[in-house]
């Protein structure tokens, strides 16, 4: 009965690790897992003194559940603004599938708190101080656009655009290489950011932006070097 009992062993804990490894555990806890998701992208608006209601504690968070669910499903929360994939950014606030899970698996899971506070993290600070306008030294642009000469590009910044709006920005380079540029879908101008590629792009004289309809204005954010 032994090689058999050892067997048996072995499947179950194949079938634990493989199910640990496809996001299927123990429930997420607001003390453990779901509070550090919170306090790292949502808290800089979903604070006390901040743009939208507080989810700084559990007492904050456990009343809209199934509200907060529904909102990262549905991608609305964080507002990134743009498709995830369509272009490289460091940015990137957006939430990834293994993060939306845990948040949902929380929800269907009680949306429990957890036994042990000291499990928190910290709380974090955030300050207050307006940041500079990125579009200082920008060039904006409307509809389709020829470059004349070459720029060094650190990114994007939606300027006006008509609400709820989606566009694919992308670049036509002379040679015939198609360079996606950012994906806005659903765009709401209330969470105006700015989208700053991971590398900054070189596009030559020629190249054509295109996607951007005549009633929306981007702005071209130069790549300026450290000094």
């Known amino acids: 009965m032994k090689p058999l009992y050892l067997g048996l062993t072995l499947v179950l804990l194949g079938v634990a690790a493989h199910s640990s490894a ?17 306090y790292d992208r949502c808290a800089s608006c979903h604070r006390p003194g901040g ?15 199934n509200e907060i669910k529904d ?12 498709v995830k994939g369509f272009g490289n950014f460091r940015n990137d606030q957006s939430l990834m599938q293994e993060q939306i899970e845990l948040f949902a698996r929380w929800v269907d899971g009680g949306i429990r708190r957890g ?26 642009v409307t509809g389709p656009t020829r470059l ?19 566009m694919r920005i992308v670049a ?21 950011h700015p989208f700053l590629f991971r590398k900054p792009l070189s596009l030559p004289p ?6 951007i309809p005549a009633d ?11 000094h």
């Not at 429930?27 to 550090?36: D, F, K, M, V, Y």
């Not at 036994?115 to 904006?140: C, Y």
């Not at 020629?206 to 996607?211: A, R, Y």
């Not at 929306?216 to 450290?226: E, R, Y």
């Open 22 to 38: 496809h996001g299927i555990g123990p429930t997420p806890t607001w003390n453990l897992e779901i509070s550090r998701l919170v």
């Open 51 to 65: 743009t939208l209601f507080s989810l700084m504690t559990y007492s904050d968070a456990q009343p809209r559940g």
């Open 71 to 82: 909102a990262v499903l549905a991608r609305r929360m964080p507002p990134w603004g743009a």
């Open 115 to 140: 036994n042990n506070p000291r499990q928190l993290p910290k709380v974090p600070t955030f300050t207050t101080g307006t940041p500079p306008a990125p579009t200082e030294h920008g060039i904006a």
């Open 148 to 166: 004349r000469q070459a720029v060094v590009l650190d990114g994007l910044m939606p300027q006006q655009v008509p609400p709820g709006r989606s």
């Open 172 to 192: 036509l380079l002379p040679g015939g290489t198609v360079e996606p540029l950012v994906w806005l879908h659903g765009y709401d101008n209330r969470f105006a």
């Open 206 to 211: 020629g190249t054509v932006l295109g996607g």
């Open 216 to 226: 929306t204005v981007i702005t071209l954010l130069p790549f300026a070097a450290p």
